[in-house]
């Protein structure tokens, strides 16, 4: 996908939200309207960082975070259904973040493996801390999901079952991204990708020797 485009999908994402956002608030539905709007203000992240910062987070991320932003805070939040509707969609929602987060895990962990004197690891070994640290992560959510379960009485989790596939489910996602994340290092890609954040990385990491 060229870079044009890859902006063009993340704007439709992002006025797919507010149009769901409008909507949560026709029907008076006051936590997706909330949530909605979260979705929203973090998908405006990316266009904050360049415009304010100078801070250009790669489009293809920007794509993928407004994507599973849509899945979890849009279509889930307008349509909460859907879960009874179509089941498998919470494996679609779990895959689509497990896939984010372990994108950015592996660019955090690229960078400093280019620009901090601090680490050298190989890539293989970064793959497989790319998944370590996605799979912690699925952890770290169901934890929150089971934590506003006993707390609010709000029940996210069906059964064991149920958190045991979603965390598998991360597991897929996190080591399909290494594997991507092994090629787009030996080819140069994610080089190219992080080129603006390389900048920064390299400033701020260095800048001690300066």
Known sequence: MTKSLCIIVSHIFRLAMVFLFVVAIAIDNLSWTLICLSGIIVSAAPIF?????????PDVLDLLI???LFLHTGAVGVFDNIYHILPE??????????VVVA????????????????????????????VVITIACGV?????????????GIYFQVDLDDTMIDLLVDTIGATVMAVIGIYLIKNGTLKELTKSLGKLADTHLNKNKQ
């Open 89 to 98: 969609f919470d494996l679609v929602t779990h895959f689509a973040s497990s």
């Open 49 to 57: 960082l360049k415009r304010y910062l100078k801070v250009e987070v």
């Open 103 to 130: 994108f950015i895990a592996l660019i955090a962990l690229y960078l400093l493996d280019e620009y901090w004197d601090g680490l050298h690891i190989n890539i293989y070994a970064m793959a497989f801390a790319v």
């Open 140 to 152: 770290v959510w169901e934890l929150g999901e089971w934590a506003i379960g006993k707390l609010w």
């Open 66 to 68: 407004t994507l599973a």
